[in-house]
T-cell receptor, first 114, second 108 residues
Framework: NAGVTQTPKFQVLKTGQSMTLQCAQD?????MSWYRQDPGMGLRLIHY???????DQGEVPNGYNVSRSTTEDFPLRLLSAAPSQTSVYFC?????????????FGSGTRLTVV | SQQGEEDPQALSIQEGENATMNCSYK?????LQWYRQNSGRGLVHLIL?????REKHSGRLRVTLDTSKKSSSLLITASRAADTASYFC????????FGAGTILRVKS
């Protein structure tokens, strides 16, 4: 089925560990983005990409890295996990940026840092 | 900081009633989108309204946009238990920014 696929669905990390959250889409969308969702705070933009080879920071980029080597994939790397990064992470894609089209979201990765 | 703020934070209604949620935002926008999130799931795009539009319909959904007041409303008519979810507005300047959402509970 076409859409946005996120892996893993659940992850527990120890403080200081690193990991990569995977995101892949098969809709040939140029625009991809990562959000984190915390209770009562809606979704906050971490990083986004308007196309392969192009990334930019969102509202809360500290502690996260991204790269976009292909149109399909947009992994999010946690460099040294901290308890404050405990959250649900969503990847989203769109045909174009600028909100001209609706965004398609993945089902999320629930991350706990202990 | 969040661009959109939804009101009310929570809403509980009986099946068959209409539900109205409001969204206010701070800066100029290109368009505004509404999303639904069922518990533990990703967000689903409901409807997009452009900054030069005032009203838009999609099935049981009606969205209005007042750019002079920097506000939008989402009306769900004849609500169903399956409409129970969180609803978010999202606005675009050059990035999609979400509000904190309205939790809607439809009682059967």
């Amino acid at each position: 089925n076409a859409g946005v696929t996120q892996t893993p669905k659940f992850q527990v990390l120890k403080t200081g560990q690193s990991m990569t959250l995977q995101c892949a889409q098969d809709m040939n969308h140029e625009y991809m983005s990562w959000y984190r969702q915390d209770p009562g705070m809606g979704l906050r933009l971490i990083h986004y990409s308007v196309g392969a080879g192009i990334t930019d920071q969102g509202e809360v980029p500290n502690g996260y890295n991204v790269s976009r080597s292909t149109t399909e994939d947009f992994p999010l790397r946690l460099l040294s996990a901290a308890p404050s990064q405990t959250s649900v992470y969503f990847c989203a894609s769109s045909y174009q940026g600028q909100g001209a089209f609706g965004y398609t979201f993945g089902s999320g990765t629930r991350l706990t840092v202990v | 900081s969040q661009q959109g703020e939804e009101d009310p934070q929570a809403l509980s209604i009986q099946e068959g009633e209409n539900a109205t949620m409001n969204c206010s935002y701070k800066t100029s926008i290109n368009n505004l989108q509404w999303y639904r999130q069922n518990s533990g799931r990703g967000l689903v795009h409901l409807i997009l309204i452009r900054s030069n539009e005032r009203e838009k319909h999609s099935g049981r959904l009606r969205v209005t946009l007042d750019t002079s007041k920097k506000s939008s409303s989402l009306l769900i008519t004849a609500s169903r238990a399956a409409d129970t979810a969180s609803y978010f507005c999202a606005t675009i300047g050059n990035k999609l920014v979400f509000g904190a959402g309205t939790i809607l509970r439809v009682k059967s």
